[in-house]
């Protein structure tokens, strides 16, 4: 019963469409109908700003941050990484939004910060150098998941290495398009790096 508790606490904690909320109470837009029409932090950037994109993009990292961290917070016998598997579930198919959420990444790094915060960091610094070499958002997501299943196995973490690849598998799979976009070079690139 202390699972089921937990994991449903934290697919209610992925659940929320902070995109949606930023979105219609900071600027009276529904960014789902704007953009790539995702609720993540990349839409939010391109659709509302730098701002906004910053609060989206931090609350969804600690939505899944705050699902990992609460079984230690509350002394209960469940293993984060588990629980954390549900806040990004929660984040890819929101029941406060239809079922149709982001694309996991924030989220994910949430929930590894929650539990690794220095393998959070080795994610979080190639996340940044793939996108200042290559200007894909998306790329560098992928790409940062990958070097992070290889840094848990140097570090011998193989319960996390299990995870980062469920993590990265989630990843890819909801940027099925977004590679092909890259393939034909019609991706979106930043332009402020």
């Known amino acids: 019963m202390e699972y089921v508790l937990y994991i449903l606490i934290a697919y209610l904690l992925g659940s929320i469409p902070s995109g949606l909320i930023v979105g219609k109470i900071g600027y009276g837009t ?106 894909y958002v998306s790329l560098s997501s992928m790409v940062s998941g990958i070097v992070g299943i290889v840094a848990t196995l140097v570090v011998k973490d193989y319960g996390l290495t299990i995870i980062i690849s469920l993590f990265t598998i989630f990843v890819i799979y909801r940027h099925l398009a977004n590679i092909k976009r890259i393939i034909n070079k019609t991706e979106p690139k930043i332009t402020w790096m």
């Open 30 to 135: 529904d960014i789902r109908e704007h953009g790539s029409g995702n609720l993540g932090g990349t839409n939010t950037f391109r659709v509302l700003g730098i701002k906004a994109g910053l609060i989206v993009t931090l609350a969804d990292i600690l939505k899944g941050t705050l699902a990992a961290a609460l079984p230690y917070f509350m002394g209960a016998e469940v293993i984060p990484l588990v629980i954390g598997i549900f806040a990004v579930i929660g984040h890819m198919y929101p029941v406060f939004a239809g079922f149709k959420g982001g694309k996991a990444v924030a989220t994910s790094g949430g929930v590894i910060l929650g539990v690794n915060p220095v393998i959070f960091a080795v994610l979080l610094l190639s996340f940044f150098i793939v996108l200042y070499l290559s200007k």
